[in-house]
């Protein structure tokens, strides 16, 4: 119990220190200037135009992190339990790849306009990605019941088979357009298209879903028992696994549709944190959701600390979610075998 | 039954072979005179003396071939050689990134020229054919005067190459007198984009940023650790760019100033957000010149219209 | 008899590899213990899951409390029975007691906090399995006859009226298995739980249930006293050998012959 109090509270902690980090550290303006700055916003003074702006940049950016952040760790929580695989992601459903393809669609025809305040490589990496899920679930439901064994299979095949797509594409596109889709499937927060409109919508669309998957704590915790038990002790699974699909799906292609696909935050945080939660799903789900978002925050914050202290090139996000996700299951694997 | 069919076997074998063997002749070796040449990778290669066949991979390349006048020995170019016009209705070999072996073996060239860095694995590969294969690179400004008068010797057109660099020059210095007038103080802040996803500018090591500066331009990429890199929206921001020249096609000018917190910097303010043709300013060859005369253009619009610099 | 708590109507089931179930009809009332045997195959598990509602009848009707099983909710079937499979497989590491309180599920919904009642079924339950003092130890460390005693004590945590178990002794060692038997047999007469289980042990069906089905090829092939319907003449041609019976201290013991 000890050790659980303990991790949320370091949880706690640690969020609200890289969210402080977060808008205190960056190449345009230092720490203390940055402090001061926010300071005077606080107590509702008026602050240069320039200060002003690179704090709403640094605010956005940390926005979209924390809702990247969330909705994937929330969305591969509930994943691994629906599909009662601890390693599932929520990319397993073939999204990041479907993304992929629409924006690289996107990219390629050079469309401009979109939909609201969103571009036409957002709207098409969104319809892309659901694309994606949509097929999956097509293959995998026979006579209104659908297979969660199929559906982890089909997601595979229509991630492969969309990334054939984006290949195509890359090979036909000229040089600047290859770097724009490669840059895209890396998953970057930093473009100054990430606005805080959009931003917000993304917002309400991860707060919904994942609201929803909070909510379904306790039956998460009884589809985890399997699919025959979970029916006997009076949970609706076909509903049930239609609702948890739903969200994670919805949640994940938004945070897609506006950063890219970032890896490894679905599958490492729930793993890691259920390793001292444990596997009940509603203090999983809380310290998941706080613990993707400081992840993706670190992150993103470290990338833009480092190029700018070190004089080295950016590198986006979804980079360094790679090289400190990777090696941690690697080394889980080896000490623990999953 | 077995028997015929048979017979007609042999028979149309016995033609295809001899169709064959009526095919291309194998390419006649001819010793032509060479002599020895220091590309921009260190690398000595036997260059013919009168080169007839000339395949170029580079963009920049093929607008200086032309400019010598050498246009009608180039037998094939890449996709994107689009300068002047008659170069686009050459056979194709490729793209710049994606330059295709059999191709230009194909096209039998006596000497082809690439641009160094981007393009050495080609380089290597043809070298291995026996190709000659002369690789060009374009560090800052001064090497257009380099690249012209080192094409020139090649091609035999020393006398159009000093033409050209003379003329290139003294369209530069036009420029950079007027603008060496400006007191370091009041000259533009200066953010050129290459490519708006990601943001990417140009630093030292460019003779994209040579160009700004030689125009009379502050660079606010100074400082980035690569001649074309990264740069963070916030650092736009904060170094407050006066100019922001636009130099790939992708975005528009109302586009740039709905971008989060760019609203307040000068240049979106004072609505000084231009479009420049990529191909003027990004190509080290001879357009350069009409490159920098337009960033001047750009930069001091009521000092350009004062001294007639119009477009030459 | 009494109403019938659950009854099968006439119901067939077929698998994709063919037809498990032809034509069953079966009824039980409230307190009855039944055990269903027959040889592998016969269809028992398929049986057992139908009168449970996860399976739904190609043919025929099942029923509960009267009523047709499909018109309840989930929900409201979990409060009325409760089921314990064979093969279970827990890979997450919940502990027994965490285990048994999911079953409160039925009764609390999603949202409704537990309370001082669940709390108490599900210490009652744990107690009457005698997995009590493994409480809070994770499942992932049980051995396979604890861990069956803790699906047991999850679904007597459900409170149901009647309880459906699919080969419950098939890990537990003779001690365990009486145990479990006398709890059920306890259960059974001074809760009125109803029993229906699946058994592959012909003995221990004759020991502790008082009414026997006898399933074999889909079809019910005797339905009634332990006594009658364990007969030799009945079970050689079920099983396709000789079967003997012999009684032994009051109790009546079923064996094959042994083959030369």
């Known amino acids: 119990m000890n050790r659980k109090v303990a991790t949320f509270v370091t949880l706690g902690c640690g969020l609200l220190a890289v969210c402080a980090a977060s808008a205190l550290m960056g190449p345009g303006l230092g720490p203390a200037a940055s402090a001061r700055a926010l300071g005077k916003l606080f107590a509702g003074g008026v602050l240069p135009a320039d200060e002003y702006a690179i704090i709403v940049v640094r605010m956005t950016r940390l926005a979209a992190a924390l809702c990247v952040g969330v909705a994937l760790a929330t969305a591969g929580t509930s994943l691994q339990a629906l599909l009662r695989n601890p390693l599932a992601d929520p990319y397993i459903l073939g999204i990041a790849a479907g993304g992929g393809f629409g924006a690289a669609v996107a990219t390629a025809l050079g469309l401009g306009g979109g939909l609201a305040a969103f571009s036409a490589v957002n709207v098409f990496a969104f319809a892309g990605a659901l694309a994606a899920v949509m097929a999956g679930f097509v293959v995998a439901r026979a006579a209104g019941i659908l297979s969660v064994h199929a559906l982890l299979l089909a997601g595979v095949m229509v991630g492969a088979f969309f990334t054939s797509l984006i290949l195509l594409v890359l090979a036909v596109v000229p040089a600047r357009d290859q770097h724009a889709v490669f840059l895209w499937l890396m998953g970057d927060l930093a473009s100054p298209d990430i606005t805080p409109v959009k931003v917000g919508f993304t917002a309400a669309v991860v707060v919904l879903c994942s609201g929803v998957l909070f909510l379904l704590a306790r039956p998460l915790d009884i589809i985890a028992l399997g699919e025959e038990s979970a029916f006997h002790l009076g949970l609706s699974v076909e509903k049930f696994k239609l609702l948890v699909l739903g969200c994670a799906a919805l949640a994940t292609a938004s945070v897609v549709a506006l950063a890219g696909p970032i890896g490894f935050v679905g599958i490492v945080v729930p793993h890691a944190l259920r390793r001292i939660i444990g596997p009940r799903h509603l203090p999983l789900l809380a310290a998941a959701a706080a613990g993707g978002a400081a992840l993706v925050a670190v992150g993103d914050t470290l990338v833009r600390v480092t190029a700018d202290y070190f004089n080295m090139p950016i590198v986006p996000v979804g980079v360094f979610t790679a090289l400190v996700g990777a090696p941690y299951f690697l080394v889980i694997l080896r000490k623990k075998g999953y | 039954m077995v028997k015929k069919g048979y017979r007609a076997f042999l028979v149309t074998a016995a033609v295809a072979a001899a169709l064959a063997a009526c095919g291309k002749p194998a390419p006649r070796r001819v010793t032509e005179e060479t002599r020895s040449f220091r590309d921009d990778l260190g690398r000595d290669v036997d260059v013919p003396v009168a080169p007839r066949r000339i395949i170029c991979t580079s963009p920049e390349m093929t607008e200086i071939l032309f400019a010598l006048g050498a246009g009608g020995r180039v037998v094939g170019v890449v996709r994107g050689c689009d300068w002047p016009p008659a170069a686009r209705e050459l056979p194709s070999v490729g793209d710049f990134s994606n ?78 007198s007027e603008a060496e007038k400006v007191p370091l103080g009041d000259r533009p802040r200066v953010y050129l984009e290459i490519c708006p996803e990601p943001l990417m500018t140009v630093a030292e090591g460019s003779f994209v940023r040579d160009a700004i500066v030689l125009a009379g331009g502050v660079n606010v990429g100074a400082g980035l650790p690569r001649p074309y890199s990264r740069i963070e929206a916030e650092v736009v921001i904060a170094r407050d760019p006066e100019v922001i020249v636009l130099c790939h096609g992708g975005t528009t000018a109302a586009d740039v100033a709905a971008r989060t917190g760019w609203g307040q910097i000068t240049a979106v303010r004072e609505k000084k957000i231009c479009e420049l043709n990529p191909d003027l300013i990004l190509r080290a060859g001879p357009r350069l010149a009409e490159g920098v005369a337009a960033l001047y253009r750009i930069f001091y619009p009521e000092r350009a219209e004062g001294e007639g610099i119009g477009e030459s | 008899m009494a109403a019938p708590l659950v009854e099968a109507l006439d119901v067939y089931f077929s698998w994709p590899t063919g037809p498990a179930v032809k034509g069953v009809s079966f009824a039980a009332a409230a307190g009855e213990m039944v055990a269903v045997v027959g040889p592998n195959g016969a269809g028992k598990s398929t049986l057992l899951r139908l009168l449970s509602g996860y399976l739904k009848p190609d043919r025929g009707e099942v029923r509960l409390a009267g009523r047709d099983i499909g018109r309840y909710g989930r929900r409201d079937v979990a409060r009325l029975a409760a089921f314990v499979p064979q093969y279970s497989e827990v890979n997450l590491p919940y502990t027994v007691a965490e285990l048994a309180m999911l079953a409160r599920y039925a009764r609390l919904g999603p949202f409704r906090p537990a309370g001082g009642r669940d709390r108490d079924v599900v210490a009652e339950a744990l107690e009457l399995t005698g997995v009590a003092y493994l409480a809070d130890r994770p499942v992932s460390q049980l051995s396979g006859g604890e861990f069956q005693r803790t699906v047991l004590a999850r679904a007597l945590a459900q409170e149901p009226a009647l309880i459906f178990l699919d080969e419950p002794t098939a890990h537990l060692d003779i001690s365990h298995q009486v145990q479990i038997f006398s709890l059920l047999k306890r259960l059974n007469a001074r809760r009125g739980l109803t029993v229906i289980a699946v058994l592959h042990d012909l003995n221990m069906a004759a020991a502790h249930f008082p009414r026997v089905v006898l399933l074999a090829s889909g079809e019910v092939e005797a339905d009634g006293v332990a006594d009658e319907v364990l007969a030799e003449d009945k079970l050689s041609k079920v099983y396709g050998c000789i079967v003997k019976t012999r009684t032994v201290e009051g109790r009546r013991f079923v064996f094959p012959e042994l083959q030369q």
């Open chain 2, 99 to 176: 330059v295709s072996l059999e191709r230009v073996a194909a096209l039998e060239p006596n000497l082809v020229i690439a641009a160094g860095h981007e393009q050495n694995r080609i380089v290597a590969q043809l070298e291995r054919l026996g190709v000659p294969t002369v690789a060009f690179l374009a560090p800052d400004i001064a090497s257009v005067r380099r690249n012209v008068k080192a094409v020139g010797a090649i091609v035999g057109e020393e006398a159009k190459a000093a033409e050209l660099v003379a003329a290139f020059d003294e369209k530069i210095s036009a420029i950079t």
